[in-house]
């Protein structure tokens, strides 16, 4: 099956009066499948928007090859641009507009049967508050309202730059919910973020990004998998004595107030075993499998604070930083 974008030795420097050169994408490739929940992942400047932003001919690229859905780009891209919805820059609203009058106006200029303005904000909850003014909104709801934008045209491809910017957490779960159900239809979702256990949630493949090239790609599994260091957290009532058994056993061991942890371990059956015939009983072994903060964290060196718990899906999400987007340079 031929990709839905395939980006291959994307380049980008920008110079500006200020700060110079600064090259942005260096030899970057990406490929999204049909179908796909794809995640881009980087950390702040890493990249991700000076990339969505030249495969959608918004910036010129230095040098590379990308085309999406199987046309060029940027050169053929408006043969296909009907098929595909992005949401790169966040959009601005007239406040005094309402949701539907704000749709019925982008599906008039867009050659868009206004049929599809309804059915568009029923795919991202708002239908029944569509006719109220976007000035009453929250970020959560202009943000969907924006995905409807990109909805209108009904693509099969959706592009979204950091949509969970800015968002509360049940923003946050708001849109990830709204990201799983387009994909159930079918769409296929590119979705860069810098937040890890976002990308982790939603995503089935991801991209990741540092310095402007691709340090991974693959299935999130597959990716994880690759840091997978077979340790096992082990809860014993005296860690201090059943650390010095298990060393005595030739098991590397970190100890922490109240557990474990034991490195490289074939069979836990042993930890168990050297345990239990010493009487020290073993009250939890659990494997620790890796997650994509330590990998992405291992990929990237990207600066974080060691006092920050480890994330794993399911928790409260750890946000690595807000972007900084230099307003005053100019592209080259
Ligand atoms: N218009 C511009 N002029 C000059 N430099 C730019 C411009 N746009 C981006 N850059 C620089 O290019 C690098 C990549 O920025 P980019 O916005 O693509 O990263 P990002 O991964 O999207 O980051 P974030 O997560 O913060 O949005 C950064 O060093 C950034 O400062």
């Known amino acids: 099956m031929s990709p839905v974008i395939e980006i291959s030795g994307l380049r980008k420097t920008f110079r500006s009066l200020r700060h110079g050169r600064r090259i942005a994408v260096d030899g970057f490739d990406l490929r999204v499948e049909p179908g796909q929940i794809h995640g881009f992942l980087g950390p702040n ?36 641009a009907g ?58 709801m202009r943000q969907r309202l924006a995905v409807a934008s990109a909805l209108l045209k009904d693509p099969e491809l959706l592009i979204l730059d950091e949509p969970a910017n800015g968002l509360d957490p049940a923003g946050i779960r708001e849109m990830r919910d709204l990201t799983r159900s387009l994909a159930a239809t079918g769409v296929t979702v590119l979705i860069s973020s810098h937040i890890l256990a976002e990308i982790q949630l939603i995503c089935d493949h991801v991209t990741i990004i540092s310095d402007g090239r691709q340090v991974a790609a693959g299935r999130v599994d597959d990716v994880l998998a690759g840091f997978d260091r077979h340790e096992i957290r082990v809860g014993v009532a005296e ?7 298990l060393r005595g056993a030739g098991l590397a061991v970190e100890t922490y107030p109240d557990h474990l942890v034991v490195g490289a371990v074939a069979d836990p059956e042993l930890i168990a075993r050297t345990l239990g015939e010493q009487g020290v009983w073993v009250r939890e072994l659990t494997p620790l499998r890796p997650d994509l903060e330590s990998a992405f964290l291992e990929l990237t060196g990207a600066p974080t604070d060691p006092l920050l718990p480890r994330q794993h899906p399911g928790e409260p999400v750890i946000d690595l930083g807000t972007p900084t987007h230099p307003a005053t340079e100019v592209d080259a």
């Open 239 to 245: 860690p201090d004595r059943a650390a010095e058994l």
């Open 83 to 140: 098929r595909v919805g992005a949401i790169v820059e966040s959009p601005q609203f007239f406040g005094n507009f309402t949701a539907h009058r704000t749709l019925r106006l982008l599906a008039l200029a867009g050659g868009v049967p206004t049929s599809r303005v309804d059915e568009a904000l029923d795919l991202v909850g708002l239908r029944e508050r569509g006719h109220e003014r976007v000035r009453g909104y929250s970020l959560g």
């Open 45 to 80: 400047g890493s990249g991700k928007t000076t990339t969505l932003r030249a495969l959608l001919g918004l910036v010129r690229a230095d040098g590379g090859q990308m085309s999406v859905l199987g046309a060029r780009a940027p050169y053929d891209l408006p043969r296909v």
